[in-house]
């Protein structure tokens, strides 16, 4: 009967101990990220809108919630999950068309999502702030 070789142990994929983290893979993990995040947002979203149906108090409570400063982070940090997905996704979309795939635009794209997405939430929450007269 003949005898099998011993294979080399190694990984049975590549995985992070190979490769180092590229900004277009992190920018992968996070966009997943971000989506999941707004689904968590968008039950605080239907909790806000429930409370608004069910009466005064109830609103009131959401609000003093959402106006503490646990609940303004939490809004802070949807805002920019809801931008950065929205700007992974006009970049996914220009991938769709058959442009942008060399590697130099695709790291120019994933940095302009991370900045983009960083400066148009401090840019929404500024104006807010400012539209409300605390600024």
């Known amino acids: 009967m003949a005898q099998a070789k011993p294979t080399a142990q190694r990984p049975l994929s590549p995985h992070l101990q190979i490769y180092r983290p590229l900004v ?4 992968s993990i996070i966009h997943r990220l971000t989506g999941v995040a707004l689904y ?3 039950l605080l979203l239907a909790w806000w809108l ?3 149906a069910v009466g005064p108090q109830a609103f009131d409570a959401v609000n003093g919630f959402f106006a503490s400063w646990l609940g303004r982070l939490i809004l802070f940090g949807y805002t920019w999950a809801l931008v950065h997905h929205m700007l992974g996704g006009m970049r996914h979309f ?3 068309t058959g442009r942008g795939l060399d590697l130099e635009t695709v790291d120019r794209l994933s940095w302009a999502t991370i900045i983009g997405s960083v400066t148009l939430t401090l840019i929404i929450w500024i104006a807010g702030y400012m539209a409300r007269g605390a600024i």
Do not use: I, Q, S, Y
């Open 24 to 27: 277009n893979m992190v920018m």
């Open 40 to 42: 968590v947002g968008t």
């Open 50 to 52: 429930t409370a608004a």
């Open 94 to 96: 220009l991938w769709d």
